[in-house]
Structure formats: structure tokens, C-alpha cells
């Protein structure tokens, strides 16, 4: 056996175009096959849609109390109703699309690439790796709201406070299981060869080990997205995160709340809307998990009902 | 066994010293000075001066830091700011509501969640088992506060079966006091509920899968023996770990679920103790949510040490 | 043929037609397990029928993915569902017909009449029960001992199956023994309750082979002991010489040859049987220098060609082979093969071609 190896011969992945058309066209099957994942994703478009162009959309000043039109029941003119001041629920809610969707994608962004970056890094290096994970440890300690809040007492309400203080703790989370799938990497059989072959340490890190924590990131980040949403509404709801005069889902709900007894609708429409999108999230991040974890996927073929015919 | 609980205890101090020293940096962070925040807009400088004395701000960061963990050590949470009275006395009246939410919410999220992620296995792929995940997927997207305006509003307003709001202490008699707490306990054991069918389903249809469980029907035992101690004794791990972990989004939940049911808990004092930039309590309360959690991370390693062999060495 | 012949209802048309009478322990007629996922059916085990007398050792042989294993499985019905079935023939065990049985006399069957011993060691005994507490199971469960009686018992079956210091292993857990002695602990466990049959599911080959010798000899004497009938299934065919009297070989779901191990061994009819030797080392035959391995890879058993499933890798193919599926031809006695050329098909050596 003369032939030498070359790290490059010891690359696994294939060209990066040709795994995003495979991964395009699996999805367009995935999309076909399963139903409920199809309205997950429909949803998630809508909520998208609203986000670009709910302002656009609305037909009544949301923002202008209108006192003559205080508590009004759901109807043709306000399809939600309408709140303690008169403003119209239907766009408040859809207006406050856009708060639950800028929270969740910036927290779910800014927390995947800290987190993947932290995390190889605490792989990759024992004495850092010893430091960082009882920093993790002891911020994991803390319920990601009861920080949050505590960070906000601090700063402020707002949202940028918002969206550091759920950061931190997305953020600690993925440096947690990005650093154990290292550390399981690094003693895969592949990784060894391509040192063996004389790669760098970098090298590994980013071309090997790097591309097989994707995945696991990507599952985790719909959970991070689902999470960071109700989050907000929470916060919000606790007139602690956004605002009352930016409508989002958790202030509409908070607002309705005070008057339970009599406007139910208040709060009740944009609790529909945030659980659908939270719904809509944990049942993508399902999906990706049976496809991206074949040892997840097909669990049902084999049960106990299955010793005989 | 032994060696195993002690090796374990001992990895836990330095995660609650650090725990510590989180709690108290936090103030550090703060943008601009923390005196003049926790003051707010309308503080004059003296009262920002003596915010600062009270807290301790003007001694350097390690000796303040020392003092700290010195004080919490010692079971000592300081003064609250608002009320200029000792934390440990407001905590004391506060404890009975929290506790007794946490029990039922814990014992009734278990049952229910342990039992309905069994019938799901047992029954996996049939219409029962769906019904079950979707229960369980739906618990796991709903807002507990959005939840709980929504039960107030059918069981309490329209239906009138339960009080609208309001908490009966123990003292009340014991119906009373379940009474007055059904409804949040309801709320948040479904919630809570959510994640352990998921993951028991899950668990044990992993562990049915196994080589070990042919074996047992190849010995000819009963489905059932076979299901409820070949199948469940494996699986209990990942249940166990789940549990505990619903533990510390009960934490969270409480904090809303006190301040809309008015239960007069800590979760209520935290969101008041925020409201006010009440620093002093809001650092007890993380403290002690924090090593509760740490405690049943604890708890939860020990459980698994008993019921997996190969745990403990 | 012995016996009242019209208790039993016609054959339908099967590739190995052997001959049915009720003295046999066991007698699988025409069994057919398939797997079923969406747009495939697996035919794992096709139209498979043999029959094994009390006390008899029988191999049943073949690369793997043959479907041996899930023939094994389906004796016992252990064939996960879904995705597999058990989708005809018959097993008749003692006279009655296991896949007719309700679950209470199936239960009686498993464990208690019929032993099972499974590939795998490492995970076929539970991580955190007992063993004690699995070896005692099946004792309770089938032969109504109380807690105290099997224990004992339990304790002798292990220094039986050469575990020392029983009383003490008992309370021992899965991960604390070799994977030598768990499949030891399995011997003990499937023949605990005097099985009248034991199947041996590649039980060994997972061992390093100074065990598999071990454990194989410990299995024989265990079963001549008590008068067990013992089914080895394997994929090689040099166990299956030393401790078999007859042999079953097969490819892609159907058994192709039968015979006793002597004419399996010496004077193979079967193309496939020819090449299954070829490719291990016999020490009984002139050196040929080196293994030959059969061509080809095994089929996909979701598409199995017409005619001979064979043909493909086989060197006396000829059009018939891909026309029509070869039926069982007698060669002696019961050696039978399912084979067009059976006549043209002999062992290279004494055909003449080893070489050198």
C-alpha cells in the first residue's frame, strides 16, 4: 500500500452545491409526504409575510385609542374586537407579528453562531474547555426567564435588552451540546484519519468537525426560536420586555388580562396566534430532527405490539 | 454508591460558588452605575449615595464579591431596598404558597406526564397514541400564561366553579386551600406534563427496540411484565432527567402563573421586587432558584446512579 | 411413508418437499415471512420447510441476510410486526401448530419448551435488572418454582454453564461479565426449563474464537445431556460440520440444499453450497493455495429476479435457470437440492481444479 493520503482525500462532505439541491429537493418530498409539516412551513411563510407587510395591512390607526369604540366584541368592522383604549385586536396582533419574529430569529441567530464558535472552541482546547463549561454550567443553573428578568431589572425595558438577556442563555445551551458532539467527533474514526493524513488542527475543526455540528444546531435552534418567542410574550406580558405602545402578542395578552371578565378577546387572539407560531416552529424542529437523526426516524416500526401478526 | 454520591456533591460546590458570583456580578454589568438604576430617574444624589453605601458599591469588586458569597454562606440575603427589611423575614410568609404549588404541580405533572407517554408507547401507532402526542405537542406550544387567563376565564368567570383569584392558606382547611389552587396547579402540570410524555414515549419505544426485551418474550413472559419492568427499568433514566428538568420551568412558570393567579409566593415577590429594582431580593431569588435546581440536578444524578448499575462503577 | 398420511392436508407445491410425519419435534412447512415498507416486500423467508427430530443438532446455513435469522425468529413469533409477518405455512412443534396458538400457549412455548439463544450478548441480556432476577423469570413463569426454589436453582444452572461463585454473580449485573459468559448466562437462561429444543441464533459470532469454541462444545454437551434438539444457525459452515448431523442451506429466503452434514460436506449439489465452501479453509482437501469467494454480491431481496435466485452468481447458469424456479431434486435419501444442474454441480477438488 504506496499510496499516500491526502488530507483532501480524507473529505467526506461532498460539493456544497450539490448538498443543498439534494437537501432542496428532499424537503419539496418531505413537504409532499407529511401534511403537518407542510402547514408548519405555510404558517412560518404567513408569519413572515406579516412581518414585511403588516403595516400595510392594517386598516385602522392600531396605535390611536379611540374611546368611543372601548371593549367592542368581535365583529365585521374589528374581527378581534377591540381593546380597553378602542384600538382594533386584529392589527395589534398582526402588527405584533413582527416583535415575536424579530425576537426569535435575532436570539436564535445571534445564540447558533456564539454558541457553535464557544462551543469548538471548549472541544478543541482542555483548559479553556474547563472554564467555559463551568460558566455554562452555572448560567444553566438559572431558568432562562428568572435571568432574563434580572438582567432586565438592570437595564431596562426594551427590546435589545430582550433579546441580549434570552442571547445569553440560547447561548449557553449550544455551547453545552456543541462541545460534547466535539468531543464525540473527534474520536470518530474520520477525524483520526485526516490526522493521521497530517491536517491541522484548524483544519479538522472547521472542515470536519464544524459541518457534523450543523445539524445538531439547526435542531436545537427551532427550539431556541420557539422558546425565545414565548419568552417575550412572557416578558412583555410582565411589562418588562417591549414597550405597550409597540403592540406585541405578550403586551396585547397582558392588556387583555385586566379585563378577563368582560373582553375575553383580548387576549385570547393573540395567544391563538403565538401558540400556532410556537406550534408551528416545534413541529418543524421535529422533522428536521427525525430526518437529520436516523436513528430517531422509523421508531415506530418497532414496537411491542409487534411480536406477532 | 457512596463514593459516587460524594465524587458528585464535590463537582456541585464550585458550579454554586460560581453561581454566586454570576448573581453578584450582575450588578457589575449593569450599564452606567447601578446605585443611580436601582435609584431610578427621580433619586437624588444623596439617595444614590446611600443606596451605594447599603450595597456595599463603594468597596472595591473582590471585597464586596467576598462579603457577598460570605453573607449567602451563612444564609443571610441582605436587605431589601424597598422595604428596608430583612430579606429572609419577607421570604419566610412567602414560602407556604410556593411550596405547596410546587409539590402538587410536580407530583400531578409526573403522574400525568409518566403515565400518558406509557399509554402512548404501549398504544404507539395506534389513534390513542396521536391523540396523546398532539396533547403533548399543544402543552408544549401553549403559553402558560395565555393558559391561564383562558382557564380563569371558562372555569372561574363563566362556569364560576373556582375563584376568579385569591389564595386560601393551609390555614383556611385543606379543601379550601385546594380549591383556591386548582386551577394554577392544572395549568402548570399540564404544561409541565407536556415534555415528560414526549420524552417517556420516546424513551420507552427506544428501549423496546433493544435485544434484551426479544430476549424477555423469547422467555415467554407476559407483555405486561415484559413492558413494565424489562422495558420501563431502562428507560427510567431519560424520564428521571426529564422530570428534573421540569423542575426549572416550573421556576419560570410560577413567576407568571403567581402574579395572574395573585398568589402571594415568591414568584409574586420577584416580579414586585423587579418593578422596584428591589436588587437585593432579586439576587435572592436567583440564588434561590439556582441552588434548588442545582439541588434536583442532584437528586436526579443520584436517582440514576440507583437505578443504573453501570453508573455507579 | 410412515405414519397416517391423510392427517395431514395436501402440500401445496414447495421447493424442498420433505416428508411429513408426526414423530418429528418440529416440523416447519412452507413458512413465508415477509417485511413490508411502503412500495417493497421483503421475502426474507420464502416458502421454507424442515423438520428436526428430538435430540437431532441441525444447521441451518447461509451468508447473512439469507433470512436464517428471521427464520429462527418466526419459530418462536418474535418477528417484530410491523414491519414483518408471518404471512403462511406452518410450524408444527410437538404436534401443534405454533402459529395457530393463543398468546397464553405461545407464552408456554417461549421459554419453556423452546429455548432461544440470541447473536448478540453484549445487549441481549437487560442493563439493569439482575441476573438473577432474569434467570429466575423464566424458572417461576414455567415451572411454578417460588422465589427461594429458583434461586437455587438458578444459582446451579450458572456453575452448570461454568460460572463460578453463582451465589454471589447472581446479584451481578450484565456489564460485570464477559461477553463469553453472557452468552454462558444465556445458555443458562433458554435452557433452564428443560426445553425440548434450543435455537442457537449465530450465538456465536460475535465471541473471539477461542470463546466460540467454548461456548459451541459447552451448547453440545448441554443439549446431549438433556436430550435437547439444538438448530445452529450460522454462516459458517465450519461449526455447522463439527457439530450438526444435518445441514439446511440457504439463499435469499428458500432453503437450496439439505442433506446430512457428511453429504453436504463431501458432495455438495448445490452451486451455492460449492461456493459457501470454497470460501473457507479446509483443512480435509488437498491446499488450493488460496479462498475463493462466490462472485457477486447477495441479493436484494426486494427484487428477486424469475426463475433461480441464484443465477446471477452462478457459473453453471444456463436459460432455464432464468425461466423457471429449479424445484427440490433428490440426489440420495434426503440429501435434496434445488438445482437444474445439480448433476454437472461437484467440489473443484475432486473436479480437479485445485491447483499447484
New interface residues.
Given amino acids: 500500500m504506496a499510496t499516500t493520503i491526502r488530507p483532501e482525500d480524507v473529505t467526506f462532505a461532498r460539493p456544497l452545491q450539490e448538498r443543498l439541491r439534494d437537501t432542496w429537493s428532499s424537503a419539496i418530498g418531505a413537504l409532499k409526504r407529511d401534511p403537518v409539516l407542510a402547514g408548519s412551513v405555510f404558517i412560518l411563510l404567513v408569519g413572515l409575510f406579516l412581518v414585511a407587510f403588516s403595516t400595510f395591512l392594517t386598516r385602522t390607526e392600531y396605535t390611536r385609542p379611540e374611546p368611543f369604540l372601548r371593549l367592542l366584541g368581535p365583529s365585521a368592522d374589528h374581527w378581534f374586537g377591540t381593546d380597553d383604549t378602542g384600538r382594533d385586536v386584529f392589527d395589534r396582533v398582526l402588527v405584533g407579528t413582527r416583535i415575536s419574529f424579530l425576537v426569535g430569529f435575532s436570539v436564535t441567530a445571534l445564540s447558533a453562531v456564539g454558541g457553535t464558535a464557544i462551543g469548538l472552541v471548549a472541544g478543541y482546547n482542555r483548559l479553556l474547555d474547563n472554564i467555559i463549561m463551568r460558566f455554562v454550567d452555572a448560567l444553566l443553573a438559572f431558568p432562562t426567564i428568572l435571568l432574563a428578568l434580572a438582567l432586565i431589572a438592570l437595564w431596562g425595558p426594551g427590546l435589545f435588552n430582550v433579546i441580549i438577556a434570552l442571547t445569553v442563555t440560547g447561548t449557553a445551551s449550544k455551547v453545552r451540546l456543541v462541545r460534547s458532539q466535539v468531543l464525540s467527533l473527534r474520536e470518530s474514526t474520520y477525524v483520526e484519519a485526516s490526522r493521521v493524513a497530517g491536517a491541522s488542527s484548524i483544519r479538522i475543526l472547521v472542515s470536519h468537525i464544524m459541518p457534523n455540528t450543523l445539524g445538531i444546531v439547526i435542531v436545537l435552534s427551532t427550539f431556541t426560536f420557539a422558546s425565545s418567542i414565548l419568552a417575550e410574550a412572557g416578558l412583555s406580558f410582565l411589562g418588562v420586555g417591549v414597550p405597550t405602545h409597540i403592540p406585541s402578542w405578550g403586551n396585547i395578552i397582558a392588556n387583555g388580562q385586566r379585563h378577563v371578565q368582560v373582553a375575553f378577546w383580548i387576549s385570547f387572539f393573540p395567544g391563538v396566534f403565538l401558540t400556532v407560531t410556537v406550534l408551528a416552529v416545534v413541529l418543524i424542529g421535529d422533522a428536521l430532527r427525525d430526518h437529520l437523526d436516523p436513528k430517531l426516524r422509523g421508531r415506530l416500526e418497532s414496537t411491542h405490539g409487534g411480536t406477532d401478526e | 454508591m457512596w463514593r459516587y454520591i460524594v465524587q458528585r456533591l464535590l463537582i456541585t460546590i464550585?458550579?454554586v460558588l460560581?453561581?454566586g458570583?454570576?448573581?453578584f456580578s450582575?450588578?457589575q454589568?449593569?450599564?452606567g452605575n447601578?446605585a443611580a438604576?436601582i435609584g431610578g430617574d427621580e433619586a437624588s444624589p444623596e439617595q444614590i449615595a446611600e443606596i451605594e453605601s447599603a450595597l456595599g458599591l463603594d468597596k472595591p469588586y473582590f471585597e464586596q464579591l467576598g462579603d457577598f458569597l460570605a453573607r449567602m454562606l451563612r444564609g443571610d440575603f441582605g436587605t431589601s431596598i424597598f422595604s428596608q427589611r430583612p430579606i429572609n423575614q419577607l421570604i419566610q410568609p412567602r414560602l407556604q404558597p410556593t411550596l405547596s404549588l410546587g409539590i402538587q404541580v410536580v407530583i400531578l405533572s409526573t403522574v400525568l406526564g409518566v403515565g400518558m407517554g406509557m399509554l402512548s408507547?404501549?398504544k404507539?401507532?395506534t389513534r390513542t397514541d396521536r391523540a396523546v402526542m398532539v396533547f403533548a405537542?399543544?402543552g408544549?406550544?401553549?403559553?402558560?400564561?395565555?393558559?391561564a387567563?383562558?382557564s380563569?376565564?371558562v372555569f372561574a368567570?363563566n362556569l364560576g366553579w373556582f375563584p376568579?383569584i385569591g389564595y386560601s392558606p393551609l390555614g383556611d382547611g385543606l379543601l379550601e386551600h385546594l380549591r383556591s389552587m386548582f386551577l394554577p396547579v392544572i395549568v402548570n402540570s399540564y404544561l409541565g406534563s407536556a415534555l415528560v410524555m414526549r420524552i417517556t414515549r420516546?424513551a420507552m419505544?427506544?428501549v423496546?427496540?433493544?435485544?434484551?426485551?426479544?430476549?424477555?418474550?423469547?422467555?415467554?413472559?407476559?407483555?405486561r411484565v415484559?413492558?413494565f419492568?424489562?422495558?420501563l427499568?431502562?428507560s427510567s433514566i431519560p424520564i428521571v432527567t426529564v422530570v428534573g428538568a421540569t423542575v426549572?420551568?416550573l421556576?419560570?412558570g410560577f413567576?407568571?402563573t403567581e402574579?395572574?393567579f395573585a398568589i402571594p409566593g415568591l414568584g409574586q415577590m420577584?416580579?414586585q421586587?423587579?418593578?422596584r429594582?428591589d436588587?437585593p431580593i432579586?439576587?435572592a431569588?436567583?440564588m434561590v432558584?439556582?441552588i434548588t435546581?442545582?439541588v434536583v440536578n442532584l437528586i436526579v444524578d443520584i436517582v440514576y446512579a440507583y437505578?443504573?448499575?453501570?453508573i455507579r462503577y | 411413508m410412515e405414519g397416517p398420511t391423510n392427517e395431514f392436508t395436501p402440500h401445496r407445491w414447495c421447493e424442498l418437499t420433505q416428508q411429513a410425519s408426526p414423530e418429528h419435534l418440529l416440523e416447519v412447512r412452507n413458512l413465508r415471512t415477509h417485511f413490508f415498507s411502503p412500495g417493497a416486500v421483503v421475502k426474507a423467508v420464502d416458502d421454507v420447510s424442515f423438520y428436526l427430530d428430538e435430540g437431532e443438532t441441525v444447521g441451518l446455513v447461509g451468508e447473512s441476510g439469507c433470512g436464517k435469522s428471521v427464520t429462527a425468529l418466526s419459530l418462536l413469533r418474535l418477528i417484530p410486526n410491523p414491519p414483518g409477518r408471518i404471512v403462511g405455512g406452518e410450524i408444527m412443534f410437538e404436534g401443534r401448530d405454533i402459529l395457530k396458538m393463543d398468546q397464553d400457549d405461545l407464552r408456554a412455548v417461549r421459554g419453556g419448551r423452546i429455548g432461544m439463544i440470541f447473536q448478540e450478548p453484549m445487549t441481549s441480556l437487560n442493563p439493569v435488572l439482575t441476573i438473577g432476577r432474569q434467570l429466575t423469570e423464566p424458572l417461576k413463569l414455567h415451572m411454578g418454582m417460588t422465589n427461594r426454589q429458583a434461586r437455587s436453582r438458578a444459582a446451579e444452572l450458572l456453575e452448570f454453564v461454568g460460572i463460578p461463585n453463582a451465589d454471589v454473580r447472581l446479584r451481578g449485573f450484565a456489564h460485570q461479565f464477559s461477553g463469553g459468559q453472557r452468552q454462558r448466562i444465556m445458555i443458562a437462561i433458554a435452557l433452564s426449563c428443560n426445553p425440548k429444543l434450543l435455537i442457537a441464533d449465530e450465538a456465536t459470532t460475535a465471541l473471539d474464537v477461542t470463546i466460540q469454541a467454548q461456548i459451541l462444545e459447552l451448547m453440545k454437551n448441554l443439549t446431549e445431556q438433556l436430550g435437547t434438539a439444538l438448530i445452529i444457525i450460522t454462516h459458517n459452515l465450519g461449526i455447522v460440520a463439527r457439530y450438526a448431523d444435518r445441514v439446511n442451506v440457504m439463499y435469499a429466503g428458500k432453503i437450496k440444499e439439505t442433506g446430512t452434514a457428511d453429504e453436504i460436506y463431501e458432495e455438495p449439489r448445490h452451486p451455492y453450497t460449492v461456493g459457501l465452501l470454497n470460501s473457507v479453509p479446509r483443512l480435509d482437501l488437498p491446499t488450493r493455495g488460496r479462498l475463493d469467494p462466490i462472485p457477486g454480491e447477495i441479493l436484494n431481496l426486494a427484487r428477486l429476479p424469475e426463475g433461480c435466485s441464484f443465477q446471477d452468481r452462478c457459473e453453471y447458469a444456463v436459460d432455464r435457470c432464468a425461466a423457471e424456479a429449479p424445484p427440490a431434486h433428490t440426489v440420495q435419501g434426503n440429501h435434496q437440492t434445488a438445482c437444474w444442474e445439480w448433476e454437472r454441480v461437484k467440489l473443484p477438488a475432486e473436479a480437479g481444479v485445485s491447483q499447484s
Fill in positions: 464550585p458550579v460560581l453561581v458570583v454570576i448573581t450582575l450588578l454589568v449593569a450599564p447601578p438604576i408507547a404501549w404507539a401507532g405537542v399543544l408544549f406550544a401553549t403559553p402558560g400564561f395565555w393558559l387567563i383562558l380563569i376565564w368567570v376568579v420516546s419505544l427506544e423496546l427496540r433493544e435485544d434484551y426485551i426479544r430476549t424477555a418474550r423469547a422467555k415467554g413472559l407476559r407483555e415484559v413492558f419492568i424489562h422495558v427499568r431502562p426549572g420551568a421556576a419560570t413567576v407568571l402574579t395572574i420577584l416580579v421586587a423587579i418593578t429594582r436588587f432579586i439576587q431569588m436567583l432558584v439556582a435546581l442545582i437505578i443504573d448499575p453501570r
